[in-house]
């Protein structure tokens, strides 16, 4: 048998999903409840608690229990707009090295003792570039030895599926972004940028099946041609 306080958070929790209760509201207090549901403080209390330790309420000292904002909206959404046509987006290959810097097997999640593939690319619109990526990859992933053909590494996604049948594309990612005033001589260079010009560095990892790291990327986007969307779909 279902306890009568699980009973009572499954019923106030439906009333919170179905938005009777704007995020920031003032919710039952627990006389409200008891008188609500004919029960006692022991189990109004219960109720009021799972709710509150599931991230739905929140409490304010003094004032009574609040709607959380943090669970009404579940689904979030980012993605990037382009700002350009793709059609006249191209791809330089600057370079494709072996290297074992500490800190980025730490990212890949290898031991110091192994190495990975760096590749570093430039992408431009037209002749305008506006995103360098630096792309590093477990030796598992990479086909050896390299092309001498650097322009076989202008997509790596599409290198990889077809060399191992892996579509990064699909895999489960993580990926942070923000703005920064790079100091990097060749960087700025490279995109044609001034010292007091930013950029948006995007810092993604993407994970195989087994959690393992398949790519760690580093990209630094022009900020002319950086724009975020963001959806919230309420639950």
Not at 40 to 51: C, P, Y
Not at 103 to 114: A, D, M, Q, R, S
């Amino acid at each position: 048998m279902i306890p009568k306080y699980e009973q009572i958070k499954q019923e106030l929790l439906t009333e919170i999903k179905n938005h009777l209760f704007v995020p920031g509201d003032k919710f039952y207090s627990e006389a409200d409840i008891k008188r609500k549901y004919s029960v006692s403080s022991i189990t109004a209390v219960k109720a009021l608690n799972e709710l509150t330790t599931a991230g739905y309420l929140y409490r304010v000292q003094g004032k009574g229990t609040f709607v959380s904002k943090s669970k009404v909206s579940q689904s979030v959404k980012f993605s990037d707009i382009e700002l350009h046509s793709l059609d006249k987006e191209k791809v330089k290959v600057l370079s494709v090295e072996e290297a074992n810097d500490p800190v980025i097997l730490n990212e890949l999640g290898l031991p110091k003792n192994e190495s990975y593939y760096r590749f570093k690319r430039v992408r431009y619109f037209d002749d305008t570039p506006f995103l360098v990526h630096v792309t590093h990859l477990p030796k598992k992933l990479v086909k050896e030895p390299i092309n001498k053909d650097l322009s076989t590494y202008s997509s790596i996604y599409e290198r990889v599926r077809k060399d191992f049948g892996i579509d990064l594309f699909s895999l489960s990612s993580i990926e942070t972004d923000e703005i920064i005033f790079p100091q990097d001589a060749g960087l700025l260079n490279l995109l044609h940028l001034s010292f007091r010009e930013p950029v948006v560095k995007q810092v993604k990892h993407s994970y195989l099946a087994d959690r393992s790291v398949a790519e760690y990327i580093i990209s630094y986007k022009h900020w002319k041609y950086f724009k975020t969307k963001i959806e919230v779909e309420a639950e």
